[in-house]
C-alpha cells in the first residue's frame, strides 16, 4: 500500500507530512523501544532467519560449513530450555567462586592476566585497535570501566533519570542475587558497597559528549605510567602476558581516569570493589540461566528503554545464539538474500557517490589546493566493503560447543567463546592491521565509517526499501541509501574523521587557514541543533555534531547524485529522506538518547538537514512564513 502523503503540510514540516498518517496508527511491540524504519527492517530479517534456523533445527535445512554446523548446536543448547531450568545457577557458580575467594589485591594480581580472558570485570579496561598514529599496526588502548548507570551526568545529585533509573536497578540486583543463591541482608551489602564504588568511578570517566571527540582519545603513555597508575594491581605483568610482549607506548583514551586509579584502588575500597565485580557478574551473566533469571535481567534495562515486556523465551534464544555467531549469521544471509549481483550494484552507488564527493571537493571553494588535494587522496584510498565479507572471520572456525551430553551449558561455552575472543583480540597486538576484517554482522540494519582505517561499511541488511531497491526510482534511492552512503563517507571529514589521514593515522593534513575555517563551519552545525526542543528536553549540539555534519554533507551529495540521473524527481528524493527516518519510540528511550547518543532525533535529522539545501525550497516552493522556511544566510552548508 502506498504511503498517504499529505502535501500541505510538507511547509509546516516535511517529516510529519511523510509520516504522520503512519505514526497515528503506528503502535510499538511490548518487547520493543521503537518502531518504524531500521526497526522494522531487522524485525523483517528476524521472521526471515528464525524461519529458516527453525528448519535448521529440525534438519530440514543443511548447515552449509563447519561454522555453521557449531551454530547448529549451540541454537540447539541455547533452546533446550528444560536444561537451563535444570541447571538453574549453578554454571554461574564457578564465575562467583572466583570473585569470592579474594581476599585482597594481591589475589586479584596473581591471576589478573587470566581474568581478563576469562571475560570476568576489571576496574579499567583493555582493548586492540589500530594504533592512532601508525595505522598499519595494531595498539594496546586503555580507559576506564563502564559506569552502571548510562553516563556520568548521571551520577550528578539533581539528575531526575538517575533517581528513577538506581532504584530499579538496585531491585532488580537484589532479586538477581537471590535466584543466585545469595542472602537477602548479604545481597543488600554487595549492592550498596557496588553502587558506591561505581559513585566513586564516576566523575574519573568521560562523559558520551566527552567521549564524542575524537582528538582527545590519542593519549600515548608509556608500560611504566599505565603500571604506575596503582600499586595494587601489578598491570606491567598482567599487560605483557596478554600481548606477549612489552608494548612502548599505550593509548589512554581517558587518561583521567588511570591518574585516579591509585586513588580507587585502595585498602579502604577493597571489599566495595569486590562487591562492584559480582555486581558485574551477576547483571552480565543472568540472562544466560533459567528463564526467571533471564526475565528478571531485563529489568532495568526496560526501564531504561521503556520497553513494556522482556523478549518472549524463544526470541531471546534467537537473540543469543546469532548474536555469539553474528559473523556467521551475516555470511549465512549475505548469500543467501542479498547476493553477488546486488553486491556489485551497490558498490557502483557507492563509487559513484565518492566521485560525487570529488567532484564537489574540486569545486569547493573555502578549502586550499593543498588540503583539497590530501581530501581526495583520502577519497582514492578508501576501502569500500559492501554486503558481506568474501570470507566468515577464521575466528569463528576455533569455536567448538560442549553439548549438553558433555556437561555444557550456555553459560559454560559463552565464557569458552568470550576467553577465546580476547585471545585473537590480545594476540593482534602489534600485527599488522586487517583492513578487510568486518566489525558488523551482514544482517545488521546499519552501515559504518572506521576512521582509523579509513573504511566504509554497508551490510546486505540495510540494503532493502525504503533505503534501496530495484523497484524505486533513482531519485528514491538517492533519498534513502544515497544519503547513507554519502553520510558514511562524509564522515571522513567530519569533526572527528577529518584528524585522520588516508592510511587512518591521526595526522594533520590541513592547512591552519583551512582547519580554522572548517571549525567555524561546525560550530555553525552545533548551533543550528543545539537547544532544540525535544521530548520535554533539548538537543546537545556538541554531542551530535559529527552526525549532524555526516547527515549535511550525506544528504547534499546524494542530491548533486540524484540530479545527475536521467529520471531526476527531487520531489520523490526528499520524501523518501523523511520516509527513512520515520520513527516511533518511548518516551524513555527518546529522552536516554538526548543524553547519549550522537546522533540528532530522527524527527530532527530529517527536517533540520533539508533546510540547508536552496533545492528544497524550491522544490516544494516555500516561503518565509512558512514553517520550514529558514533565511538562506542561516542554512549551514560545509560539504
Not at 541488511?461 to 534501496?468: D, E, H, S, T
Not at 538517492?478 to 547513507?484: C, D, E, P, T, Y
Not at 520513527?583 to 529522552?591: C, H, L, N
Amino acid at each position: 500500500m502506498a504511503d498517504k502523503i499529505d502535501q500541505s503540510l510538507i511547509k509546516t514540516d516535511l517529516y510529519d507530512a511523510v509520516n504522520g498518517e503512519w505514526l497515528k496508527t503506528a503502535t510499538i511491540p511490548g518487547d520493543h523501544s521503537t518502531t518504524g524504519g531500521f526497526t522494522d527492517l531487522s524485525d523483517g530479517i528476524e521472521k526471515t532467519l528464525m524461519a529458516d534456523f527453525k528448519d535448521l533445527l529440525a534438519g530440514k535445512l543443511k548447515p552449509e560449513n563447519a561454522e555453521m554446523s557449531e551454530f547448529k548446536q549451540f541454537y540447539e543448547l541455547v533452546s533446550d530450555f528444560n536444561k537451563r531450568e535444570k541447571d538453574g545457577s549453578a554454571p554461574l557458580k564457578p564465575y562467583l567462586d572466583r570473585i569470592e575467594a579474594l581476599k585482597n589485591y594481591h589475589d586479584l594480581s596473581d591471576q589478573l592476566a587470566d581474568w581478563i580472558l576469562s571475560g570476568l570485570p576489571t576496574p579499567f579496561s583493555l582493548d586492540i585497535d589500530s594504533d592512532m598514529k601508525d595505522s598499519t599496526k595494531y595498539a594496546l588502548f586503555a580507559s576506564g570501566p563502564r559506569l552502571f548507570l548510562p553516563d556520568k551526568t548521571y551520577y550528578d545529585k539533581d539528575n531526575q533519570a538517575a533517581k528513577q533509573l538506581m532504584p530499579v536497578l538496585q531491585k532488580m540486583m537484589a532479586q538477581l542475587f537471590q535466584q543466585a543463591g545469595y542472602e537477602e541482608a548479604e545481597a543488600q551489602t554487595i549492592i550498596e558497597q557496588a553502587t558506591a564504588f561505581d559513585k566513586l568511578i564516576a566523575p574519573h570517566v568521560k562523559s558520551a559528549e566527552e567521549g564524542a571527540d575524537y582528538s582527545k582519545m590519542y593519549n600515548p603513555r608509556t608500560l611504566d605510567q599505565i603500571a604506575g597508575s596503582t600499586d595494587k594491581l601489578d598491570l606491567r605483568t598482567a599487560i605483557t602476558s596478554l600481548v606477549n610482549g612489552t608494548p612502548e607506548k599505550i593509548i589512554a583514551t581517558e587518561p583521567a581516569y588511570f591518574d585516579a586509579l591509585g586513588d580507587l584502588l585502595t585498602d579502604d575500597n577493597f571489599e566495595m570493589m569486590k562487591s562492584w565485580l559480582l555486581f558485574k557478574t551477576v547483571m552480565g551473566l543472568s540472562s544466560y540461566l533459567t528463564e526467571e533469571q533471564r526475565q528478571t535481567s531485563t529489568i532495568y534495562g526496560r526501564a531504561m528503554s521503556g520497553r513494556k515486556e522482556a523478549r518472549s523465551q524463544e526470541k531471546a534464544a534467537y537473540d543469543l545464539a546469532t548474536g555469539v555467531f553474528d559473523q556467521v549469521v551475516g555470511d549465512y544471509y549475505g548469500r543467501k538474500y542479498f547476493g553477488e549481483a546486488a553486491k556489485q550494484d551497490v558498490h557502483d552507488m557507492v563509487v559513484k557517490m565518492v566521485n560525487v564527493y570529488k567532484k564537489r571537493l574540486a569545486n569547493n571553494t573555502w578549502l586550499g589546493k593543498a588540503t583539497r588535494e590530501k581530501a581526495v587522496l583520502k577519497l582514492d584510498k578508501l576501502g569500500i566493503q559492501v554486503g558481506y565479507p568474501d570470507k566468515i572471520d577464521p575466528l569463528y572456525s576455533k569455536f567448538k560447543v560442549t553439548p549438553a551430553s558433555e556437561g555444557g551449558s550456555v553459560l559454560s561455552n559463552v565464557m569458552a567463546f568470550t576467553r577465546i575472543r580476547n585471545e585473537d583480540d590480545f594476540a593482534r597486538w602489534n600485527q599488522p592491521v586487517d583492513r578487510t576484517r568486518w566489525e558488523m554482522s551482514a544482517s545488521t540494519v546499519n552501515a559504518y565509517f572506521h576512521p582509523f582505517y579509513n573504511i566504509i561499511v554497508f551490510p546486505a541488511a540495510i540494503l532493502q526499501a525504503p533505503f534501496y531497491s530495484l523497484k524505486q526510482s533513482s531519485s528514491e534511492n538517492f533519498g534513502g541509501i544515497g544519503a547513507v552512503i554519502a553520510h558514511e563517507i562524509s564522515h571522513a571529514f567530519d569533526n572527528n574523521g577529518s584528524l585522520f589521514d588516508e592510511n587512518g593515522s591521526l595526522n594533520n593534513w590541513w592547512t591552519k587557514e583551512d582547519n580554522e575555517h572548517f571549525h567555524k563551519l561546525a560550530e555553525n552545525m552545533i548551533k543550528e541543533f543545539d537547544g532544540l526542543p525535544y521530548a520535554g528536553q533539548k538537543v546537545n549540539g556538541k554531542l551530535t555534531v559529527s552526525e549532524n555534519i555526516a547527515d549535511g554533507g550525506g544528504l547534499s551529495c546524494a542530491l548533486e547524485a540524484a540530479k545527475g540521473e536521467p529520471d531526476v524527481d527531487l520531489n520523490a528524493f526528499f520524501l523518501n529522506w523523511a520516509k527513512i527516518w520515520r520513527q516511533k519510540a518511548t518516551p524513555e528511550r527518546e529522552q536516554l538518547l538526548l543524553s547519549i547518543d550522537v546522533h540528532a532525533p530522527a524527527k530532527l535529522r530529517a527536517n533540520v538537514q533539508v533546510q540547508n539545501l536552496d533545492d528544497f525550497f524550491s522544490t516544494f516552493d516555500i516561503q518565509p512564513g512558512d514553517k520550514m522556511y529558514k533565511a538562506p544566510e542561516d542554512r549551514v552548508k560545509i560539504w
